[in-house]
């Protein structure tokens, strides 16, 4: 029974698909029939997700505005040299979902007056991802070159065993396979259900109509084909589903008899919907990519509560895949822990961090907390200007923790008194070890610009031989000298050959211990 079903359906479709080589924008419907004549469940998990997701609509009646991050892998599947499409055309998709959603797309002026009310957008923003599951670096991008010349429904293009490749974590990535869809097919997608395959959760659409630049289908060349099923991908039905019984969910898409193609004028009157007609403009109907501009603000609400529900996709939020180049407004980041690291021997020391802005908007002010192991954290207030992209040293105040071995922590918070867009970068640490020498006192003393000889006043470590170090802004110890010092005095220090720059001197006597920052500039 089972095998004759889908059978039946896969004929279907071929019969449907070869009469005329009828371009078919969107394969979702018939690939959840053939999944549910495998899996007889498996059409009712997507409905049964559906109740939930307007569970959380109805408890959440009133417009939630979280900001959304998506990390996408795109799986670029390559038989021909054509379908290995360029870092480019793939970016131009990513662009292209995140004016979309966030309803930043040019063409919003196409909408037609009428339907201009029900229009919405959410905040959200995708990006390629830049850590693979395993935690390397990546620039978000696979390619696979395969034998398979074209692929179907059938989800082989999602396996590396079947000639395509593997999922990244359904939950958390959004992964897009592009690869020779057959059949006329642009592209289809998985609903968000509980207990469906995670391993084939994911869209899939063909390479010329992936993007806005490239090699691209006339009529579907502004990657609306990637937003439609997005928006199946994040629980949208199309606006025909129903016909004209209107069973997408929504009772701000009209009702509408049935798919609309090509690209007509408005109105376009079906199921006596006048005089507004179909919302064929809609990105979840099957008009030409030029002719799309809008989703309604119902298809948002039901795409922010499969966002907000932990057993649909909330856990997209809690994704280590991180984002290439700049996805986020304001993102805060401690990039590295230059200080402490190796062995110190002393127990005060100044941490030293990597403070860089992600983020898209200046940085003015941002909390750097710190801490060893579980011991209190100490909280230094940022104050300055640092651009986009920008990274800067800051020098934190000093830090006491015992002998032995331990890891330092430092993460950023409030930054410009917001909330961070992205927290996965927030924080660093280092493993370090502290010797058994136990300093009783600390100077901090400011710093000095000095073009040539700088002297080094001894303010109130007793007398006896200094061992002291310069160190440069990435911890290497670049000058280190024995001096006998008197009682409060002073030592000079000539160095020539120091390059310009930011330096720390570091000086012990005995159980003391004395440090200052110098620039040099030449
Ligand atoms: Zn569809």
């Known amino acids: 029974m089972r095998k004759a079903g889908l059978l039946l359906i896969i004929q279907l479709w071929a019969a449907t698909f070869i009469?005329?080589?009828?371009?078919?924008?969107?394969?979702?419907?018939?690939?959840?029939?053939?999944?549910?004549?495998?899996?007889?469940?498996?059409?009712?998990?997507?409905?049964?997700?559906?109740?939930?997701i307007n569970n959380w609509r109805n408890a959440h009646p009133e417009e939630v505005r979280s900001t959304y991050v998506v990390p996408v892998v795109v799986h670029v599947i390559w038989n021909k040299t054509i379908q290995n499409i360029s870092d480019q055309q793939v970016q131009s998709q990513i662009d292209v979902l995140n004016e979309d959603f966030n309803r930043l797309n040019a063409d919003t002026s196409k909408t037609p007056a009428p339907f201009k009310p029900v229009a919405g957008g959410i905040s959200i923003k995708f990006c390629l991802a830049a850590y693979d599951p395993s935690g390397n670096p990546t620039n978000g991008i696979t390619r696979t070159q395969t034998d398979v010349t074209s692929f179907y429904l059938g989800d082989s293009m999602k396996h590396t065993s079947q000639g395509g490749e593997d999922a990244w974590p359904s939950s958390e990535y959004l992964n897009i396979w592009v690869c020779n869809l057959a059949g006329g097919v642009l592209g289809y997608a998985v609903m968000p259900s509980v207990g469906n395959p995670p391993d084939e959760d994911g869209l899939v659409v063909r390479y010329n109509?992936?993007?806005?630049?490239?090699?691209?289908?006339?009529?579907?060349?502004?990657?609306?084909?990637?937003?439609?099923?997005?928006?199946?991908?994040?629980?949208?039905?199309?606006?025909?589903?129903?016909?004209?019984?209107?069973?997408?969910?929504?009772?701000?898409?009209?009702?509408?008899?049935?798919?609309?193609?090509?690209?007509?004028?408005?109105?376009?009157?079906?199921?006596?919907?006048?005089?507004?007609?179909?919302m064929f403009m809609d990105y979840m109907d099957y008009t030409n990519d030029v002719c799309m501009n809008m989703f309604t603000k119902c298809q948002c609400s039901i795409m922010e509560g499969v966002l907000n529900d932990p057993a649909l996709r909330?856990?997209?939020?809690?994704?280590?895949?991180?984002?290439?180049?700049?996805?986020?407004?304001?993102?805060?980041?401690?990039?590295?822990?230059?200080?402490?690291?190796?062995?110190?021997?002393?127990?005060?020391?100044?941490?030293?961090?990597?403070?860089?802005?992600?983020?898209?908007?200046?940085?003015?002010?941002?909390?750097?907390?710190?801490?060893?192991?579980?011991?209190?954290?100490?909280?230094?207030?940022?104050?300055?200007?640092?651009?986009?992209?920008?990274?800067?040293?800051?020098?934190?105040?000093?830090?006491?923790?015992?002998?032995?071995?331990?890891?330092?922590?430092?993460?950023?918070?409030?930054?410009?008194?917001?909330?961070?867009?992205?927290?996965?970068?927030?924080?660093?640490?280092?493993?370090?070890?502290?010797?058994?020498?136990?300093?009783?006192?600390?100077?901090?003393?400011?710093?000095v610009l000095t073009n040539g000889p700088f002297t080094f006043h001894i303010q109130n470590p007793g007398a006896g031989i200094m061992h002291y170090q310069i160190v440069n802004v990435l911890g290497q110890i670049v000058f280190e000298a024995d001096a006998d010092i008197i009682q409060n005095s002073s030592l000079t220090v000539d160095l020539p050959d120091l390059a310009p720059g930011m330096y720390f001197i570091y000086g012990k006597i005995g159980y003391d211990f004395v440090k200052r920052k110098i620039m040099v500039a030449r």
């Not at 999944?35 to 939930?52: G, N, V």
């Not at 969910?249 to 009702?255: G, I, K, L, S, V």
């Not at 049935?258 to 507004?276: D, L, T």
């Open 19 to 52: 009469r005329g080589q009828q371009i078919v924008p969107c394969g979702t419907d018939l690939y959840i029939q053939m999944q549910t004549s495998k899996d007889p469940f498996y059409l009712k998990r997507i409905q049964a997700a559906q109740d939930e």
């Open 209 to 278: 109509a992936f993007g806005r630049v490239g090699v691209l289908d006339p009529s579907y060349n502004k990657g609306r084909t990637t937003s439609h099923e997005t928006g199946h991908w994040f629980g949208l039905y199309h606006t025909f589903e129903g016909g004209c019984l209107s069973q997408d969910n929504c009772d701000d898409t009209p009702p509408e008899a049935e798919a609309v193609y090509g690209c007509p004028q408005f109105p376009h009157i079906s199921c006596s919907n006048g005089p507004n007609g179909d």
């Open 314 to 447: 909330k856990s997209l939020q809690n994704s280590p895949g991180g984002c290439v180049g700049v996805a986020f407004n304001l993102d805060a980041s401690i990039s590295t822990v230059v200080f402490p690291f190796d062995t110190l021997d002393q127990q005060a020391f100044e941490p030293h961090v990597q403070l860089t802005n992600d983020g898209s908007e200046d940085i003015t002010y941002v909390k750097i907390n710190y801490q060893v192991d579980g011991q209190p954290i100490s909280t230094y207030e940022y104050n300055g200007d640092l651009g986009s992209l920008q990274s800067i040293p800051v020098i934190l105040p000093v830090y006491f923790t015992g002998e032995g071995g331990h890891v330092f922590y430092a993460w950023t918070s409030d930054p410009n008194h917001g909330t961070d867009q992205f927290i996965h970068n927030d924080s660093a640490q280092n493993t370090f070890f502290v010797k058994s020498t136990v300093p009783k006192n600390t100077n901090s003393i400011d710093s």
